[in-house]
């Protein structure tokens, strides 16, 4: 099954769907990736995210999931918002990829839309799509089909557009005639992002400890954030930008993602007395499609009262 010209087909139409970044690999089993993952969960660095020890079978072989696969088809979408922070301490500060709508919400149906434009072309063609939430490591996959290198605080990094892109991954059954070749890693000697972290989450190149990563704390994390943390949050209430803000790639090559829902910015800054006094109801109404109804209201309350004691 080789279609003329199908991969520049699927090309055109992520671009105009929006994804600026597209990289095609071969299938392979990931042995090397695995057992950084294994040792990653053998110190516990997974901290309270059970879901990371479980599915290690599926992370390892993508044909566990799609038995006929042959490639993998990574997609980046670039959600940068040129805007600052301005408001006083009585804020706190929420990581910029939650600023608008839930992008789960908005790169499901355009993944949901891109496979079927394939199908069109390619009855044959089968695919399973994730973004962030499914049994795959986005990470590894985007490295593999070129879409950036791994950079010290863990996140992707792409040369021209730096890292504020989400990654979907696309397993599919289709052999393409040619695949992308990975990029090496731009690092260099620079240590940025380690030397910024506030709380020494990034405990050795590319290796983040989630029990001292801000962004875990206040997102995924159930459970009360330990003393150690009182004056080291810098106002963050949802999630963490640091690590990537201080990256010179970011300073240098972000530019502004054309995603209308993205471009709505509706929840950079919460006041931390409001959502110290919000009710369920209004917690539901107001972030009912945005990232931040993962917290659930206890986890953000849980936030908004530890950066009152920083204060
Ligand atoms: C679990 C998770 C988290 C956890 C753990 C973070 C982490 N670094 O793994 C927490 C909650 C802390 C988190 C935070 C964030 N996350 Co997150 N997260 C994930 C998730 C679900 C799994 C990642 C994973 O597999 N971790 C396991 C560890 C072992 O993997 P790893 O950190 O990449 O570790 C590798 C390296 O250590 C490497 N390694 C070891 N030694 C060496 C040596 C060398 C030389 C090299 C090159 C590599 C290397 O081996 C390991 C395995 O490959 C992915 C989505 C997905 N399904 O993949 C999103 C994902 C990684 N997150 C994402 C984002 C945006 C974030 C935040 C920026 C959100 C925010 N603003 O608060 C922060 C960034 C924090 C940070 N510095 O990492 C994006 C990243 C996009 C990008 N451009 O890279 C993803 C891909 C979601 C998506 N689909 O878009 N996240
Ligand atoms: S997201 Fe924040 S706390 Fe986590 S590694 Fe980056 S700078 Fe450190
Ligand atoms: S800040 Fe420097 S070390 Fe960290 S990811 Fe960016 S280039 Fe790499």
Known sequence: MTHPMLKQKIISK????????????KYQILEEEISNLENWLSKNYQAGM??????????????????????VISLGMNYYVNEKFEKSDDFGKVSRYAWGKDYHLI??????????????IEPDFEAKSYVDTGPVMDK??????????????????????????????????????????????????????????????IIQDYVVDSHKCISYLTIENKNEIPDEFIGKFDKWIFGCD???????????????TNIIEFLKVENKELELEEIE??????????????????????????????????K
């Open 14 to 25: 992520a671009h105009e769907l929006g994804f600026e970044l597209i990289g095609f690999a």
């Open 277 to 310: 006094k919000m009710e369920n109801s209004k917690f539901k109404k107001r972030f009912n499609e945005s990232p931040i109804f993962r917290s659930k209201l206890k986890g953000l309350k849980r936030n908004a009262e530890f950066l009152q004691k920083q």
């Open 50 to 71: 059970n879901y990371m020890e479980r599915n290690i079978e599926k992370r390892k072989d993508i044909s566990q999931i799609l038995p006929d696969c042959k490639s």
């Open 242 to 256: 640091i690590c990537q803000d201080v990256c010179p790639w970011n300073v240098k090559f972000a530019y502004q």
């Open 140 to 201: 590894v996959w985007a490295v593999k089909t070129g879409l950036g290198w791994q950079g010290k605080h863990s996140n992707i990094i792409n040369k021209k557009i730096g890292s504020w892109f989400f990654i979907s991954t696309v397993i599919t059954n289709y052999n393409f005639e040619e695949y992308s070749k990975p990029i090496s890693d731009f690092c260099g000697t620079c240590t940025a992002c380690i030397d910024a972290c506030p709380t020494s989450a």
């Open 107 to 120: 790169i499901w149906k355009k993944l949901d839309e891109l496979i079927e434009f394939i199908k069109q």
